[in-house]
């Protein structure tokens, strides 16, 4: 029973941390009557204790470092990181750029990541992001 | 004979809170749907909210460090139990309330800001500055709505004074409804009456345009911004039962009618149709005070909220009082 119900219902909380807004555009398209992400329980929250999905974008800048880490860790467990778009993954145009802490994965690698790749990525990728983490998110529930 | 009945009532409490609980959550899921239609959307099944709570029971229930632990814990099986407790006074099904006597109708409107009470403290002891300030919000969406609501309560007990009985008492108020005892002008005081019941149940609700204190696109969720886990999901269930509560007492005070001896219908068969069409009146109420609002217009700021309630509101609210006072002093019948 406890399993079947994060199937249907993912509530996600959005991180920017220093994206060009790219990427957070293509999140809200996916919310939006055409792709519809309401129709998979997946909504959007305002506060990451609500949170099951934390939606990632942006290459970590210095300043966002410890910002970033201290939601990820007020956010309940079980959950799940899904880093949405190239910067969120290997740093992406700004790749070895002078202000960046390092792709997320890195800096708190005690978390389970799911990547979405692209510049920005479609919503449909996104979606199926979302659709990869409910299953694991099940199997967690089931043990 | 006293433990009998504290057995059948601690029963009946039982049965009735199973009541609110699955149809608060059913009529959650419904407004959805209905409000993701209206947007052109496909929108989530009906069944989303339990699927929901289902989710938030399994998930860590997180206190902050900072937090008043005890109240913080308690403010959402407060709200949920005062929540539930509302639907043992007030008339339901066709049935008569568990709990009633003379002064209940006063006693609904006081039941109402309890849900509210709680989950003020709940926000100032999660030591979160977007929670101080919902709390704040929801303090002053609380003074604002409270005005027009006692008015429509009062005009409605003063009007029927005029019958002999116990005014004060919901059953009293539930099988007299206020259309067979007006004129002319005391139907235009009970539509602008039952105008303003409807406005003041988003208020009473905290839905769109009046859910400033939980406006999660500006204060992140505002009184529950700090809550997860468990008592995130009481909070949730408590938000399906009070909009099922006040549907529930705008069709006992305007729409007290049943279908089955329009049907001919007695015994079982008129039990369940009595039954239903109450749903039926719940649901439409939900519709127009709720679904269709919520839909339709954006957020208000809270100073619109207190001018739209302390102005606009109780000048509906009170000259549908003085229409029905008129109403007794001219006389003039419609049926």
């Known amino acids: 029973m406890i399993p079947k119900a994060f199937k249907r219902s993912l509530w996600v909380f959005h991180i920017n941390s220093g994206s060009c807004n790219g990427c957070d555009i293509e999140i809200i398209a996916a919310l939006t009557p055409r792709y519809d992400a309401e129709r998979f329980g997946i909504k959007l929250v305002g506060s990451p204790r609500h949170a099951d999905v934390i939606a990632f974008t942006g290459p970590v800048t210095n300043d966002m470092k410890d910002k970033v880490i201290r939601i990820i860790e007020q956010t309940p467990d079980p959950k799940v990181i899904v880093v949405v778009g190239s910067c969120g993954i290997g740093g992406g145009v700004f790749h070895e750029s002078y202000h960046l802490a390092g792709p997320i994965d890195k800096l708190y690698p005690n978390a389970k990541y799911f990547y979405v790749p692209g510049c920005p990525p479609r919503p449909e990728a996104i979606i199926q992001a979302f659709a990869k983490a409910w299953e694991w998110l099940e199997e967690v529930e089931k043990k | ?335």
């Open chain 2, 1 to 335: 004979m006293t433990g009998e009945f504290i057995f059948w009532l601690v029963v009946k409490s039982v049965i009735i809170a199973g009541i609110a609980i699955f149809f608060g959550l059913l009529y959650k899921g419904i407004d959805r749907k209905i409000v993701a239609h209206m947007q052109g959307r496909v929108g989530p099944p009906i069944r989303q909210p339990f699927l929901d709570v289902i989710k938030l029971m399994s998930k860590e229930n997180i206190v902050p460090k900072h937090a008043i632990k005890w109240l913080f814990n308690a403010a959402p099986l407060i709200c949920l139990a005062s929540s539930i407790m509302l639907l043992l006074y007030i008339p339901i099904g066709g049935f008569d309330a568990i709990l009633e006597g003379h002064g209940d109708l006063i006693l609904i409107l006081y039941l109402f800001a309890i849900p509210s009470i709680a989950m003020v403290a709940g926000g100032f002891a999660s030591s979160s500055p977007y929670a101080a300030i919902g709390a704040q919000r929801e303090v002053v969406t609380m003074i604002s709505y409270e005005l027009p609501l006692a008015v429509v309560i009062i005009a409605i007990a003063w009007k029927l004074s005029g019958i002999e009985g116990d005014v004060f008492s919901m059953a009293f108020i539930a099988s007299h409804p206020i259309w067979q005892n007006v004129g002319i002008l005391g139907l235009i005081g009970a539509i602008m009456l039952l105008i303003s019941m409807v406005v003041v149940a988003p208020g009473e609700l905290a839905k769109i345009p009046f859910d400033v204190a939980e406006a999660e696109t500006e204060i992140a969720g505002g009184l529950t911004v700090e809550y997860s886990g468990r008592n995130l999901a009481m909070l949730y269930i408590a938000d399906g039962v009070k909009i099922f509560a006040f549907a529930s007492l705008v069709v006992a005070l305007f729409f007290p009618y049943g279908i089955a001896s329009l049907l001919s219908l007695n015994g079982v068969a008129s039990i369940i149709a009595d039954f239903l069409f109450f749903l039926l009146k719940v649901f439409l109420v939900m519709f127009f005070a709720v679904t269709l609002i919520r839909a339709g217009v954006a957020r208000f700021r809270i100073t619109q909220v207190v001018t739209a309630y302390w102005v606009t509101i109780t000048l509906i609210a009170l000259l549908g009082l003085v229409l029905l006072m008129w109403d007794t002093h001219f006389n003039v019948r419609w049926l």
